[in-house]
């Protein structure tokens, strides 16, 4: 692993609150809520939860798709500037069981969209809002083993190619994708995989324009559970666990030069095991990740999510275990109470 830099997260945070003031300026401050995608097995709805993270209290939206679904793992994306969460999956009942759906819905739990795509994403998911669009991939096992970079419109399920297809590549880690900017100005997804034979996992950048491919950097032996594109530093947030019985360690990815560092380590009594995809979000005030998982300190143990510093290798805030029958998807950060929120209505259904 290389040596990382000094990351000065006063300035971090002095961002981040800069970015709130808009929002907080008109009305009190308040804890933090947080977002939650979750499937419902009691009555097979796909829906958005109200997390009160003080109390653990949860309010269901008004909306919710029925009959739905076996959603894909990491399958999930979020569109935070317009207030929505993207999830592909398969209808699980009803007459329009087995097939596929690429779902929208609203973070403030009122609005639900679903369309059949053109081609069905495998692997990852990411938002792209320059374009308005979802990335992923199509995968063919062997012999070819060969990979299609497409994007999605989420409105129509129109599919468009990237690049040429790529032979030999590669394994990818399920879920863990970002979108963001080179400083050339070129769009490119970030994810977590490795070129076949290869042993480590690395980091990589897929350009968006022409589907060419760099290695921005390997990453430290382990599983990894999450990654996070922090907009204010451009450091991609990585979370790595050697094993389910082991400890969770915070890294961070600088893109300019490829340098990893250790940004927190978390013991293995404070944690659990993490579940991929978009169920990490950031507090960017108080510097505390919100993972989905499961296990250790969380009853049960169950399902449900739970907070770590990010900066530091303390925790001291809580977690909660979610109802039994409620599977979490994707998890959002929020100084805002969602369900209140009278603008969160920019996509039309």
Known sequence: MAAGREINRDSHVLAGTALLLGLLFSMPIQAGFLAGL????????????EIDVQTGQTTSGSAAIEDCCLVG???????????????????????????????????????????????????????????????????????????????LDPVTGQVEQIGAEQSNCCEIVSGLATVG???????????????????????????????DLTVVAELPPGNPGFL??????????????TAVADALRLYQV??????????????VDECCLVSPGDVASLDPIDMIWWVG???????????GYFALQADTDSNAVPDW???????????????????????QDRFEM
């Open 293 to 303: 998982g499961s296990g250790s300190r969380l009853i049960g143990p169950s399902a």
């Open 73 to 151: 793992m990491g399958l999930t994306a979020i569109d935070a500037d317009s207030g929505r969460v993207f999830a592909f999956g398969r209808r699980s009942s009803g007459p329009q069981a087995g097939e596929p759906a690429l779902m929208t819905l609203s973070l403030d739990g009122k609005q639900v969209f679903h369309v059949e795509p053109e081609q069905i994403p495998q692997a990852l998911l990411a938002y792209d809002s320059q374009s308005a669009r979802l990335i992923s991939a199509t995968l063919s096992s062997a012999p070819e083993f060969a990979t299609r970079w497409i994007s």
């Open 181 to 211: 900017s080179l400083p050339t100005g070129s769009r490119v997804v970030y994810f977590i995989g490795r070129l076949f034979g290869v042993a480590e996992w690395h980091l990589l950048a897929l350009d968006l324009a022409n589907g």
């Open 254 to 267: 600088d893109l300019d030069d490829g340098l990893v560092s250790l940004a927190a380590t978390h013991s």
């Open 321 to 343: 275990s979610l109802d039994a029958d409620l599977r979490l998807h994707a998890l959002m950060f929020s100084f805002s109470r969602l369900m209140d929120l009278l603008f």
């Open 38 to 49: 979750v499937q419902d097995a009691s009555d097979g709805s796909l829906k958005m939860l």
């Open 228 to 241: 996070v594109l922090d907009q204010q530093t451009d450091l991609l947030e990585v979370m790595i666990q």
